[in-house]
């Protein structure tokens, strides 16, 4: 089974500071992908970032990197220089081909951040 | 502009009542999906579909239903038998249903039962 654990129900952090957010994850597959996704009030799902598991770099998408350690399975999204927009809800999620999830992405419960003048 | 369009914005039904989402896309994407958000969770799987023609059950199917009987167009039906419905309801779609294939979201329909 796939799971994504997501341990800071909320997050505080001062305009540009850089702030980590993390996420570890279970699965079997050998083949999978991680997502973040960014939640603001409106309720929309904004894609962030994506890291494969077979990558060997980290990804990163200009103020957003992921950390990516593949044995301790985590992949803790960093935002680097804060801004008072990037107050949302962030989640992390796992999509893999094996069994019978069919390509479905596994969410975890998110994280709350606020950005602080 | 590309993009996945959900209508409405807001949705009240009655109770015992069947309703219908609507989720739109011209990214000529072949895989689309309907989740369920309920307040401060994270997205369930309630259906999916790979190809026109053809779903496939999620998560929490039941007291729902879907077609697609065009590339652009995955609606869901709120059945009277789904016994929870309030919630946010979220549209995806994805080039594939491969694993490391990005879906993409729509604006997200609000609906609740009154």
């Known amino acids: 089974a796939q799971k994504i654990t997501q341990t800071q129900p909320g997050m505080f952090v001062q305009e540009k500071e850089a702030v980590t957010l993390d996420c570890t994850y279970d699965?079997?597959?050998?083949?999978?992908?991680l997502f973040w996704y960014k939640q603001p009030s409106s309720g929309e799902m904004i894609f962030l970032i994506y890291q494969g598991s077979y990558d060997q770099q980290n990804a990163t998408e200009g103020r957003y990197s992921l950390n990516f350690q593949k044995a301790r399975k985590s992949a803790n999204l960093v935002i680097s220089a804060s801004q008072l927009g990037d107050s949302a809800m962030y989640f992390c999620?796992?999509?893999?081909?094996?069994?019978?999830?069919?390509?479905?992405?596994?969410f975890g419960q998110g994280t709350i951040l606020t950005v602080h003048p | 502009d590309g993009g996945i369009t959900q209508s409405p914005k807001y949705l009240f039904r009655k109770e015992g009542q069947n309703v219908t989402l609507s989720c739109e896309q011209n990214l000529n994407h072949d895989a689309m999906y309907w989740y369920r958000q309920d307040p401060g969770q994270g997205l369930r799987l309630i259906y999916y579909s790979q190809i026109v023609n053809d779903f496939q059950k999620g998560d929490i199917a039941e007291g729902y239903s879907v077609s697609r009987e065009k590339k652009e167009s995955f609606p869901l039906t709120v059945t009277s038998a789904q016994k929870n419905p309030t919630a946010f309801y979220l549209c995806?779609?994805?080039?594939?249903?491969?694993?490391?294939?990005?879906?993409?979201f729509g604006p997200g329909t609000r609906l609740t039962v009154l």
């Open positions: 995806a779609s994805g080039r594939t249903s491969g694993n490391t294939d990005t879906q993409y």
């Open positions: 999620a796992m999509r893999s081909a094996g069994g019978t999830s069919y390509g479905k992405l596994t």
């Open positions: 699965t079997s597959d050998p083949s999978y992908g």
